[in-house]
């Protein structure tokens, strides 16, 4: 997966927790507020009227007056959020309820008749305080609010209000918060990318470009320099190709002269045991000619001799095979060289013709483990004994 990619996905993924997290915590906070709200106003607008009902209970605790009846229905009752109302009196009498039949009842009997869902009212009663009590397993609340004159409870007014209009008001506010939590991700996540885009992802593809443009021959790498991580990186880079660099040219001369000592230690080893009318070639392991005691000249594209380096290799830089040094019957030899190989350092022979001349071939493969690999060829021409005047 790109970096691009994997930064979206994560960005994404923590984005989403955090709206998740958010949404609830704002689900309980707008429940807390709007829940707090409709009770409070419920409250308050029974204290609106209660110098009304207060009056009205004074007056008479038999039977409701004109004033209070008018309050009732015309006002608490009229609420659409009211689901329920009971008005009672001191004595716990019903002193209006939406079904008249009950009108009068005692709260006992009314209880049996209509069940009430808690004992707020009980609870109201004794503290003289508005009591709010969650129904079970419903979206109401009862709500008692006692009628009280210094001290004295005169009446109390039950209600349950419903909370679907908080319900409706909760949804719409989470819908407002999903909308802008989104545009808030969707605010910080563009600037970011672009970010990312521009400061991390460009300069590592820079990166890759140049790494993939450096030559294996100059080993040069060409990255514009950068005050960040990506630009310590590329120096690091840099200095690493450098390091190499040395390293190969420090090899390539520590071959160089390996090769001229090499060859320096044949040309005295056949000098002191090799005959002059001899011909003596070394080879390496893929047939190449190391050194010969006798003239080889190469043969460049231009058809010129080269020149010759000590000994009868060339000093060009081109390498010679064994087969360019061999006659027409080479193949002979090749087998004679295949032979040595299979049999290290042991000795192995032939005749042959060499030069347009028949020769006694000699062949052994000097190998030691962890050494270097070398095949010595001797030829000895088979010349006829002189002979001596009478």
Request: glycine share 6%; charged share 25%; hydrophobic share 45%.
């Amino acid at each position: 997966m790109k970096l691009a990619a994997k930064w979206i996905t994560w960005f994404l993924a923590v984005g989403l927790y955090a709206m998740f997290l958010g949404g609830i915590g704002s689900y309980k906070l707008f429940k807390w507020i709007f829940d707090e709200r409709l009770k409070q106003e419920s409250i308050d607008m029974v204290r609106v009227y209660a110098p009304t009902l207060i009056k009205g209970l004074a007056r008479s605790q038999a039977a409701i007056t004109l004033e209070e009846f008018d309050v009732i229905t015309k006002g608490i009752a009229k609420d659409e959020r009211i689901a329920s109302l009971v008005y009672l009196n001191r004595y716990g009498e019903v002193r209006w309820f939406k079904d008249p039949g009950k009108i009068t009842m005692s709260f006992d009997e009314f209880s049996k008749a209509v069940p009430l869902p808690t004992n707020v009212i009980q609870q109201a009663y004794e503290s003289k305080l508005p009591r709010v009590v969650s129904v079970p397993d419903e979206a109401l609340y009862e709500i008692a609010i006692p009628l009280a004159v210094r001290g004295d409870v005169l009446g109390i007014i039950d209600m349950q209000v419903s909370r679907a209009g908080v319900e409706a008001l909760i949804r719409q506010a989470m819908q407002k918060y999903v909308i802008l939590a989104v545009g808030v991700l969707m605010l910080l996540g563009i600037p970011l990318y672009f970010f990312l885009q521009h400061f991390v992802i460009n300069p590592v593809l820079y990166l890759r470009d140049a790494i993939e443009a450096v030559s294996f021959k100059s080993l040069e790498f060409k990255f514009s320099p950068r005050k960040d991580e990506v630009g310590d990186l590329a120096h690091q880079l840099q200095v690493f190709l450098q390091k190499v660099k040395g390293e190969i040219a420090g090899a390539q001369m520590r071959e160089k002269a390996r090769g001229a000592a090499e060859q320096r230690w044949w040309q005295s080893i056949l000098r002191t045991i090799v005959s002059k009318d001899h011909y003596a070639i070394v080879v390496d392991q893929d047939n190449t000619v190391l050194y010969t005691n006798f003239p080889v000249a190469a043969k460049p594209a231009s058809g010129e001799a080269a020149p010759q380096g000590p000994g009868g290799v060339p000093a060009s830089a081109a390498k010679l095979h064994l087969l360019d040094v061999l006659d027409t019957q080479q193949q002979d030899v090749l087998r004679l060289v295949g032979a040595a190989l299979d049999r290290a350092n042991q000795v192995v022979e032939t005749d042959t013709v060499f030069r347009q001349e028949p020769c006694h071939v000699r062949a052994v493969h000097l190998e030691e483990e962890g050494e270097m690999r070398r095949t010595l060829i001797l030829f000895e021409p088979k010349r006829a004994p002189a002979e001596f005047p009478s």
